[in-house]
């Protein structure tokens, strides 16, 4: 019987440019470490296996399985969720609206996984293809969308974050 | 009136939270205390449990209690769920027990539950639950079911047969006799899960100051689920309340009251304590409803100038384990074949058979895409018979305009007609082909063949009822804030049904629909309700909210006009006010509420009745049919079996779009579901019935680079049936997919005599029918 | 499902992670975890204890020299799809790397984990035997090195002892102006391969094929050379007759079946795609000249 003598890891870490710190047992994984010791549930589980793509988010920077990365791997790194995309004070930001305009989203479960991987894409290539974003986004699974409205939303968010650049 | 809000895309109110991040699905919630629970499911398909030692699981530190069957009994009336769709002639004994009792009858069924201070802890004292079981022999697949000498799929039962009905009208036999050309045709048709992204999930919190358990479930139906659950723990109304979060998708895998929900709930009045069940993907794979597997032998005639005469056969429907909601998958399947097609005769032996594998009940589409498929596939092989074109068969067949609306002899489950009710099917036919450009096919599949693919084009309708009653609940109320607020017992589950309910509000009320709340889900607001099933919820509670509204609005006006000593006439709701046309002479909604909701003591106003409220139970007196054609281009790489779809074409007729950019999603998100019942998604078992693709890197859902651009068209033949003209989409997408995509593979490959009678099509085997293709014409 | 417990070290040096490794029993390494993560939320690997060698930053890195290229076992994926270096002397990488998994999961993906998960379609360890890599493992007892064609003992597991590491992988570049293509028939973008092929070669100065290389994933237990067809393609001049002799021979290896795929169908997509391997690496050179 292990589950007492589990140890405790504490671990501190940046989330959405805030000092975290948290305490977690070892077997952990930084989605539910995210979900349930910090309370940021923006970031949703589908599959636990790092399929679905839901519990996607920034580390460093970079797109990667909140599912198949444990929490305690994150001390000490700076971890962007979707809460962190805007402030609650905030109107929504590019990517964000753009999905709303062009109905990017139904049930919404898998949305910010996939607005969180879009991030980083969009940072790499400011203008990409219609097929180089599916395939960007081929680690995203969504049931309600058929996709092709947020390749529409992606693509418009793009063409506005060039624009703003300009 | 010109519409102001109904008809136009207005932005959803849903988005900003599931934007932000801030929507609440059921695995956000965390009440004080709360704790969590693991299932024991069965390892095997079939058993008979001579065991069960918790023993050494309840001593793992973190572990509050570890229940079996006998553990609930005391707060259960009942060891099983009820039949939800009763219909003559069922068994007895074909609803799920809430845990196991003495037999197990498929792999995943739940035996236990471990209710922990983590999830992980219970899963960790599930592992330690020593089940021991007497393994008896499985039914692996419906046709053995049926077979004589076959393993009985539960102990319980006589037999393996749920149910066998026949289905039909005219003169088959008779006419067959005559025809100028048959066909005969053995189809086998899978459909695996509903897969939406957020699977179940249940929080059953007791509140011991009102001493009242809310049931805070993922479900698309908050009311069945009250209903089923004071029913089995002996409650009342004012004891139980059922609530939804946010609903991550359902599909039909949520239209269903589990064993886990009665079991978590259960336990929660036995322990006094919150718990919360997250169902992970491997137990959707394991334990939640299933379409899967119809064999259907047909044959089909024609008349010498490809016109219908008549289809005939047989259909084994594969029930699984227990059939919850009695046959009506089969049932839909069978009514499904006629589809928009005028079929003089049809007979159809159905039967649903019992199997040792998960339950069934409708996924998103609920048989008619399995029937629409038979009917495809048959006009496909008459059509190669009379050796007419594929396309030419299916405008020579459709039913005209000048017949709507036109009734078939068949009854729908409910026991109805079934009558389509408006729709011009040739226009949307003629439309489907020229927006995919059938005229410039031919150069396409030139260039495609220049790049050695070879490129198929392929057509296909569908049609299905929508908006099933018999009624749905609205409320609509201006409260003494002045906010109007809709209460219904429709419940979404991603459509953005609160926004297209919110401008069908604003409509009559004049008022933004952005400030409208609509509450779902919440059994303490409304009384009655049936919830999200059979792409019914604009139809029947748009209706209920939109006559809700109009009342509303007429004690508004008759206020008003009773204040400013105007017409009723003379008053018009804008922007929140109720002004005198054409003067500065208004008041707000909020006074009106508030001179309608009285001060004590005193009367209201003569003619005024107390509240700026009405409540209405739309009762629809019949189904409503919006008719799709589905035009599909793709290319076959004759060499691997790989089909690429090309190019996608939809009308579909939604009757009046309350808001046309959430309608096309709702058809997107259809034909991509079934895009990948066509070509993917396959729920493998294995010669034990142990299921072979339980992780969704085995059972493959279509993602962006295999989905091609869905052009979507919507036809707009407003439906006599509401008050709206509207029809349901929800399932719509799904009906005609597979049969376009198979009709267009098959056209890839100038196959004919329908060789592809198997969905999903996949690569391996379209590549044995090209080399066996290539056989043949070297011989 | 959550992962079973398990004690977690996270050393910052090799030597502390071997001396755990030497240590500890029913230890597991956690690489990138892009495999064991899954495996250990779904309890199909239940390790008591797990070394994670992530902290130890010298294990990553592509260095090159006298035209041997050495990568770091702890290399993420996504450094190997963009360094500048390996695509300038092996570009065949990028190409490959692009049809593994995801962003995200390449993004913690590492050369060694894949490696050492040994999946049979998957394209790393199909690379390394392309190139006949030589894995470096260490253990407390010292260094050792392994050619790539005898790193696989069984299906899905390294000829690692249980206190091992590897630690990287050495191979030389082929010649700057070598031809390469990595191909896949896979259902659907970034799912392992049913099957998948690699090719280089390498002309001599008459124009005449005078190296080749061809691996296939998916098909064995392990990835697998083709030396008959490469040996076929010696002396020829590229081009359609040569490839689809060569690709032949792909026709006649044993191949796996499982549940869904035949074998049969396995050595007929090994034909094809040894063929298009050839034809695009050729093609594009072709384009290139043009």
Same mark, same amino acid.
Do not use: W
């Given at each position: 019987m292990t589950n007492s003598a589990e140890t405790l890891h504490t671990v501190a870490l940046t989330v959405n440019d805030v000092p975290r710190e948290g305490t977690c047992v070892a077997r952990q994984n930084l989605a539910d470490f995210l979900r349930?010791? !910090?309370?940021? &549930?923006? &970031?949703h589980v589908g599959c /636990?296996?790092?399929?679905?793509?839901?519990?996607t988010v920034l580390v460093d920077g970079q797109a990667v399985r909140g599912c198949l990365? !444990?929490?305690?791997?994150?001390?000490?790194r700076s971890v962007t969720t979707i /809460?962190?995309? &805007?402030?609650?004070?905030? /109107? !929504?930001?590019v990517l964000q609206e753009a999905f709303s305009q062009h109905h990017a !989203?139904?049930?919404?479960?898998c949305t910010p996984g996939i607005l969180m991987t879009l991030v980083e894409v969009l940072q790499d290539d400011p203008d990409p293809s219609e097929m180089a974003l599916r395939e960007a986004l081929s680690g995203n699974l969504c049931r309600? &969308?058929?996709?092709q409205n947020i390749i529409d939303a992606a693509l418009a968010a793009a063409a506005a974050l060039r624009q703003n650049q300009k | 009136m010109d519409p102001r809000f109904i008809g136009q895309s207005v932005?959803?109110?849903?988005d900003d939270s599931l934007l932000r991040g801030t929507g609440k699905f059921v695995d956000d919630l965390d009440p004080h205390g709360l704790t969590h629970a693991a299932f024991l499911r069965s390892p095997v398909a079939h058993g008979r449990i001579r065991s069960i030692d918790t023993s050494f699981a309840a001593q793992?530190?973190?572990?509050?209690a570890v229940l079996t069957l006998a553990d609930l009994?005391?707060?259960?009336?009942?060891?099983r769920l009820p039949v939800q769709f009763k219909s003559d002639g069922l068994p007895p004994n074909i609803g799920p027990y809430i845990l196991a009792k #003495? #037999?197990?009858?498929?792999?995943?069924?739940?035996v236990a539950l471990v209710i922990a201070e983590s999830r992980a802890i219970a899963e960790d004292a599930v592992a330690l639950i020593d089940l021991d079981i007497e393994e008896l022999d499985p039914v692996t697949g419906c046709q053995q079911a049926v077979q004589p000498g076959a393993p009985k799929a539960?102990?319980?039962? %006589?037999?393996?047969?749920y149910a066998q009905f026949d289905m039909g009208y005219g003169d088959v036999d008779q006419t067959f006799a005559d025809a100028a050309h048959r066909v005969s045709l053995a189809l086998v048709q899978h459909r695996g899960g509903a897969h939406p992204i957020e699977g179940r999930g249940v929080l059953a919190h007791p509140d011991p100051m009102s001493g009242q358990m809310t049931v805070w479930s993922s479900t698309q139906q908050a009311h069945e689920a009250r209903g089923f659950l004071i029913e089995l723990l002996g409650l009342d109304e004012t004891l139980l309340r059922v609530r939804t979060p946010e609903? @991550?998708?359902?599909? @039909?895998?949520?239209y269903l009251l589990y064993p886990e929900e009665v079991s978590v709930t259960a336990a929660s009045l036995l322990l006094g304590r919150p718990i919360k069940w997250i169902e992970d993907r491997r137990e959707h794979f394991l334990a939640a409803i299933q379409e899967r597997d119809q064999f259907w032998d047909v044959e089909a005639a024609c008349d010498a100038s490809g016109k219908l005469v008549g289809i005939r056969g047989t259909m084994i429907h594969? $029930?699984?384990?227990?059939?919850p909601q009695g046959v009506n998958l089969a049932y839909n399947a069978a009514t499904a074949v006629p589809g928009p097609y005028d079929l003089p005769n049809y007979k159809l032996s159905v039967q649903a058979v019992a199997t040792n594998k998960v339950p069934t009940i409708p996924v998103r589409g609920a048989g008619y895409p399995e029937g629409t498929f038979v009917m495809e596939r048959v006009l496909d092989a008459l059509a190669d018979a009379a050796g007419l074109d594929r396309i030419e068969i299916r405008r020579r067949n459709l039913i005209p305009?000048?017949?709507?609306p036109f009734s078939t002899p068949l009854k729908s489950r409910s026991g109805s007609g079934i009558t389509y009710? %408006?729709?011009d099917f040739h226009a949307m036919y003629e439309q489907a082909l020229k927006e995919i450009d059938l005229d410039g096919f031919a150069d396409r599949k030139a260039k495609a063949a220049q790049a050695g693919l070879l490129r198929g084009i392929g057509v296909a309708c569908g049609i299905k009822g929508t908006g099933r009653g018999p009624y749905e609940s609205a409320t609509v109320r201006i409260g003494k804030s002045g906010k109007v607020t809709v209460f219904t017992g429709a419940m979404p589950m991603g459509q953005g049904l609160k926004t297209a309910l919110s401008q069908i509000t604003a409509e009559s009320l $004049?008022?933004? *629909?952005?400030d409208i709340t609509v509450v779902c889900g919440d059994t303490n607001t409304i009384s009655l309700g049936l919830g999200g099933?059979?792409?019914?919820q604009t139809v029947v509670a748009g209706s209920s909210v939109s006559v809700a509204a109009k009342a509303v609005r007429d004690q508004a006006l008759h206020i008003a006009a009773g204040l400013f000593e105007?017409?009723?006439?003379d008053i018009e709701l804008v922007d929140g006010m109720a002004r005198v046309k054409g003067t500065e002479i208004q008041t707000s909604l909020k006074e009106l509420a508030k001179i309608a909701g009285g001060s004590p003591g005193y009367s209201l106003p003569t003619g005024v009745t107390p509240g700026l409220e009405a409540t209405e139970y739309f009762m629809p007196t019949g189904l409503t049919y919006g008719m799709g054609v589905h035009a599909v281009e793709l290319e076959v790489d004759a060499e691997t079996g790989a089909v690429t779809l090309q190019r996608y074409v939809v009308v579909n007729d939604?009757?009046?779009?309350?808001n046309p950019k959430i309608v096309v999603g709702q058809i997107h998100g259809g034909v991509v579901h079934a895009i990948g019942n066509a070509l993917f998604e396959f729920m493998g078992y294995d010669e034990?019935?142990? *299921?072979?693709?339980?992780t969704l890197a085995d059972y493959l859902m279509p993602t962006a680079p295999e989905i091609p651009r869905i052009d979507v068209h919507l036809a707009e033949y407003p439906s006599p049936l509401n008050p709206l003209g509207v029809k349901g989409? $929800? #399932?719509?997408?799904?009906?005609?997919t597979a049969g376009a995509i198979v009709s267009a593979i098959e056209n890839a490959l100038g196959a004919?005599?329908?060789?592809?009678?198997?969905?999903?099509?996949m690569p391996q085997d379209l590549f044995q029918f090209i080399q066996q293709g290539k056989q043949s014409s070297a011989a | 499902m959550k992962a079973s417990p398990f004690a977690y070290f996270a050393p910052d040096t090799l030597q502390e992670a071997l001396d755990l490794l030497g240590s500890l029993d029913n230890a597991k390494i956690l690489a990138g975890g892009q495999s064991l993560m899954a495996m250990l939320n779904l309890r199909y690997a239940m390790p008591d204890q797990l070394v994670d060698?992530?902290?130890?930053?010298?294990?990553?890195g592509i260095t090159e020299q006298g035209g041997r290229l050495s990568i770091g076992a702890m290399t993420r994926q996504r450094v190997l799809e963009r360094d500048s270096l390996l695509f300038q002397k092996a570009p065949i990488f990028r190409e490959a790397l692009l049809q593994v998994g995801h962003i995200q999961t390449r993004n913690r993906g590492t050369i060694g984990g894949s490696l050492c998960h040994?999946?049979?379609?998957?394209?790393l360890p199909a690379l390394a035997m392309l190139y006949d890599a030589t894995l470096i493992a260490r253990s407390a007892k010292g260094e050792r090195a392994l050619p790539m064609a005898e790193f696989p003992a069984f299906y899905m597991t390294p000829?690692?002892?249980?206190?091992?590491?590897?630690?990287r992988i050495d191979f030389d570049a082929w010649p700057q102006d070598s031809h390469f293509a990595f191909v896949e028939f896979s259902r659907?973008?970034?799912?392992?391969?049913?099957v998948a092929a690699g090719c280089l070669f390498s002309l001599s100065p008459s124009g005449t094929i005078e190296r080749a290389a061809i691996v296939l994933g998916g098909v064995g237990a392990a990835p697998m050379r083709l030396t008959e067809a490469e040996n076929s393609l010696i002396g020829q001049v590229p081009g359609r007759a040569a490839f689809e002799a060569a690709a032949r021979a792909a026709q006649d290896i044993e191949a796996m079946e499982d549940s869904v795929y035949s074998a049969q169908y396995r050595c007929h997509l090994s034909e094809v795609m040894t063929r298009r391997a050839l034809t695009k690496a050729w093609d594009r050179h072709q384009e290139r000249a043009a």
């Open positions: 349930h010791d !910090l309370h940021l &549930t923006g &970031t /636990e296996h790092g399929v679905c793509g839901a519990c990365m !444990l929490a305690v791997q994150a001390k000490g /809460e962190g995309l &805007t402030r609650s004070d905030q /109107e !929504l930001g !989203l139904q049930c919404g479960f309600c &969308t058929g996709y | 932005r959803r109110q849903e793992v530190p973190g572990v509050i009994r005391p707060v259960l009336t009942s060891d #003495e #037999e197990v009858v498929y792999v995943g069924e739940t539960a102990l319980d039962r %006589s037999n393996n047969i609903v @991550g998708g359902g599909f @039909g895998a949520k594969d $029930g699984g384990a227990y059939v305009v000048s017949a709507m009710d %408006s729709g $004049g008022v933004d *629909p952005g099933f059979a792409s019914r105007a017409d009723v006439g939604c009757g009046r779009a309350i034990q019935a142990q *299921p072979t693709t339980t989409v $929800g #399932e719509a997408g799904c009906l005609p004919k005599n329908n060789m592809i009678q198997r969905i999903p099509v | 060698i992530n902290g130890i930053s010298d294990l990553a040994l999946d049979p379609a998957a394209e000829a690692l002892e249980p206190d091992e590491i590897l630690t659907r973008h970034g799912d392992f391969a049913i």
